[in-house]
């Protein structure tokens, strides 16, 4: 029975997609560790303060380049608009990773003077130079996606990892500093142009069109401004501990957030990427996609809680074996930090389920108030220092996630019992 139970568990197509996008995760792993030490090693706490800035400003103006949104609408598009979809997407992301760039090299200079750091201008607009890259290969990833081939995506993220991390490891210890971090972004990405034009036929269309955009733009804004509160919220903290408690103290914290929520937020991440195309495959019927989510929630759960409880307990050995003892003062926020993705798990799910039901004004109010809730408890907690401010966006996950969760999935299926009981 036992045998037969974890049979099941590990087949399917969404387990499958899994096993790729795990695969290329572990490469990621591998090729990190590394890089994670030689960075812990080779940098001070001051220089990853100054990474976790020019990280921050990076994902708030990504958010805008609306990948996530244009992406998830050729997901889930009907297969007769798809070729308009993707035709439109493509202008409507050109337009807006152009304007981005510009965004962001012209704010580089008042980022850097509000934090006193000349030395941001140049990383911050140089970083800029990837979001005029991911219009060549948006829309061919998004059909990849679409059609559930996520292996390739997984060796984009394999191949993509190996470039990057090599190339960090090399740049810092030619001791560059942040350009070690901030060039191989650039250098990597284009793999994702080669290898997604190779497997996939759709091109670039020579002829401006901009048909049903209003379609594309209504879904992608909600998801943009979701997308944007997402990113708020991972990156408030950062901006709230490098003003009030200083670059040295931001660096402890940012190494302990990548170090404990970093590794699980990734492996949590490969579950995700495979469920929202799975259960929009099914969209239309509305038992076997109740039945796709839930089953996929407890796979994802069984996988990801036993891996987050390992890392928590064994913090204090590995910590300082392999990053080195002057990071042992981050253990403790390392290990509240773990626990709070436990909660995030369910968060993420619950949003792809709204996505997925064409629910993104409801996904948008939810998270307007967790974000208005993560704020005022980030403000509240900072003067107890980064241990405080950990312990404080533990406690918010614990209350509002749940509640959240509880509310969507009585909404989204109750709604449907009527046609439920016909099928």
């Given at each position: ?11 399917g197509q969404f387990i499958r997609n899994v ?377 918010v996950h614990i209350i509002y996630v749940p ?21």
């Amino acid at each position: 029975m036992l045998i037969k139970r974890v049979k099941q568990l590990l087949s399917g197509q969404f387990i499958r997609n899994v096993g790729w996008l795990g695969t290329a995760e572990l490469v990621n792993r591998i090729f990190r560790l590394g890089t994670t030490v030689t960075l812990a090693r080779m940098f001070s706490s001051q220089d990853y303060g100054a990474m976790a800035l020019i990280y921050t400003i990076f994902e708030f103006a990504n958010v805008f380049t609306l990948r996530g949104g244009i992406g998830a609408k050729i997901i889930q598009a009907d297969e007769k608009d798809v070729e308009t979809i993707c035709n439109t997407s493509f202008w409507i992301n050109l337009i807006l990773c152009v304007s981005v760039f510009f965004f962001q090299c012209i704010i580089a200079l008042p980022v850097a003077q509000f934090y006193g750091n000349p030395q941001l201008v140049l990383p911050i607009c140089v970083l800029a130079g990837v979001y005029l890259i991911y219009p060549v290969f948006m829309v061919n990833s998004a059909l990849i996606e679409r059609n559930n081939h996520l292996k390739i995506t997984a060796i984009c993220n394999a191949v993509q990892a190996f470039v990057g991390n090599v190339i960090t490891v090399v740049f810092a210890l030619l001791g560059m500093g942040v350009w070690a971090v901030v060039l191989p972004i650039i250098l990597s990405t284009p793999v994702w142009v080669i290898i997604t034009w190779m497997n996939n036929p759709w091109r670039p269309p020579t002829k401006f069109s901009l048909d049903n955009w209003r379609e594309v733009f209504n879904f992608g804004r909600n998801m943009l401004l979701v997308e944007f509160l997402n990113k708020l919220r991972n990156n408030l903290d950062y901006l709230i501990v490098g003003k009030f408690l200083g670059a040295e103290q931001l660096g402890i914290y940012f190494f302990a957030f990548n170090g404990g929520s970093g590794i699980s937020m990734n492996v949590i991440n490969t579950f995700m990427s495979a469920l929202y195309p799975y259960i929009c495959a099914v969209r239309e019927d509305w038992l076997e996609f109740k039945k796709r989510y839930i089953n996929s929630i407890r796979k994802v759960i069984s996988f990801v809680i036993p891996l987050i409880l390992i890392q928590s307990i064994l913090a204090p050995i590995y910590v300082p074996i392999i990053f080195g003892q002057k990071w042992t003062s981050a253990v403790p926020i390392l290990i509240i930090i773990c626990l709070s993705v436990i909660l995030r798990v369910f968060g993420w799910a619950n949003s792809l389920l709204l996505t997925a039901v064409d629910k993104t004004d409801i996904n948008l109010y939810l998270n307007v108030i967790f974000t208005v809730l993560f704020a005022a408890t980030v403000l509240l907690t900072v003067q107890w220092g980064i241990i405080g401010v950990a312990a404080g966006i533990l406690v918010v996950h614990i209350i509002y996630v749940p509640l959240s969760v509880f509310w969507s999935y009585r909404y989204v299926f109750s709604k449907h019992n009527s046609l439920l009981s016909k099928i």
